[in-house]
């Protein structure tokens, strides 16, 4: 099966080329751009039906980690999640989505969870039966992680769970919730620990529902005496800051992807309109203006793909990419969103129209630029890392 050219970069191999060309195929069967209804049941009953879609299909092995447990291998292979998700994201954004968060929620168990804490929760998340989310984010602490307040007291033989978290994806339709509170082993970073809360837990509530640009799943969450079990912490007691910064390393690179399918579809759309819009005796694409334009939108996507694909590749080596995700996810974001841009203009007044295909990515390219970190979060990683050395 044919595959698109920059999958012959370096970066890749046979196996890699077979499964985008296998994804593609899958996608166009199963996903299509559809003007969905917008409305609140409708996207959440959308996103179930999605994780099923994608778990049945047997892309949601992709998103975890071990074979014993439903995975399609031992450890996230990134260069396929980051393919999945570009590809996902050109066809259909809410199917990246979907995705997107069946890995977020579930990454912590992967790398730092027990064999017990593996068996309940990867399988079911693998096949679609189970929804996943992963809530870091307070309404005082976003960018600012280690400020958060949600506390997590020790009780008998478990936590109990006090506080707040905001902007959770997935949020009122997951099965269960990556948490991280305050355990107070030391201040700041260092006094943080992770627990899986599944959604029925007494003290546990959905206190808001949040609308957004682009229509996701999201949610405040309260948490009021929420007892939980000592065999839910992820990870050592105090060590919940570093497990949610080696699951973002792993995401973030993700992220870049997702902007990558983001910018690749409105190129794509770009230039259909650009060979077919007739104006002025000839067509959009024969002005050089557009042309120009054409230019800057590819060679803007060629440097955001290099730079995401040299990070998955990276951690593929088994190095650590902080600085190599910040950049991809950085600079694919924010290429991602000109490239749109320039997209909703080539279009004229059906850039704007409810329901076209380039309003919907104007609409869902902004979130990403703000969440997994702001990109002004990853200038100061980037720029923190070179200095240090
Ligand atoms: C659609 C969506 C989905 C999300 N999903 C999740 C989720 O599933 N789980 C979760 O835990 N969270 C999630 N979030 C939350 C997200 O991670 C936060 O919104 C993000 O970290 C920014 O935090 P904040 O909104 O509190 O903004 P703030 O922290 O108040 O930052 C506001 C702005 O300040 C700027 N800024 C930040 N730091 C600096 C700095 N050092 N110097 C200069 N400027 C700076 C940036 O431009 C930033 O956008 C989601 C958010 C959105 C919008």
Known sequence: MSHPAELDWPF?????????????????????????????????????????????????????AGSAYGAASDRIDT??????RETLAFHH??????????????????????????QRYLPRVASGQALAAF????????????????????????????????????????????VFARSGEAPGARGISAFIVDADTPGLTVEERIDVVAPHPLATLQFEHCRVDARQRIGDAGQGFKVAMATLDVFRTSVAAAALGFGRRALHEALARARSRQMFGQTLGDFQITQSK???????????????????????????ITREAAMAK????????????????????????????????????R?????????EVQQLIIGKDLLKA
């Open 135 to 178: 809530a870091l984010s307070e309404p005082e602490a976003g960018s600012d992680v280690a400020a958060m307040q949600c506390s997590a007291s020790a009780s008998g033989d478990g936590h109990v769970l006090h506080g707040r978290k905001t902007w959770i994806s997935n949020g009122g339709i997951a099965d269960f919730y990556v």
């Open 93 to 118: 954004g809410l199917s990246d989505f979907a995705f997107a968060m069946q890995g977020l929620g579930t990454g912590a168990i992967s790398l730092f969870g027990t064999p017990e804490q593996k």
């Open 294 to 320: 054409i230019a800057q939108m590819a060679t803007l996507l060629d440097a955001a793909t290099l730079l995401t694909y040299r990070a998955a590749w990276l951690r593929d080596q088994g190095q650590r």
């Open 79 to 84: 260069r396929q999640l980051c393919l999945l």
């Open 12 to 64: 890749f191999d046979d196996a890699h080329r077979d499964f985008k060309s296998r994804l593609d195929a899958w996608c166009t069967a199963h996903l299509a751009h559809t003007q969905h209804d917008e409305s609140r049941e409708a996207v959440d009953a959308e996103c179930v039906r999605l994780v099923r879609l994608l778990g049945s299909g047997g892309w949601l092995r992709h998103a975890v």
């Open 330 to 365: 950085m600079t694919a974001t924010e290429n991602a969103q000109q490239i749109i841009d320039m997209a909703v203009q080539m279009h004229g007044g059906m850039g704007v129209r409810k329901g076209h295909i380039v309003e919907s990515l104007y609409r869902e390219i």
């Open 367 to 375: 979130a990403l630029r703000i969440y997994e970190g702001a990109t």
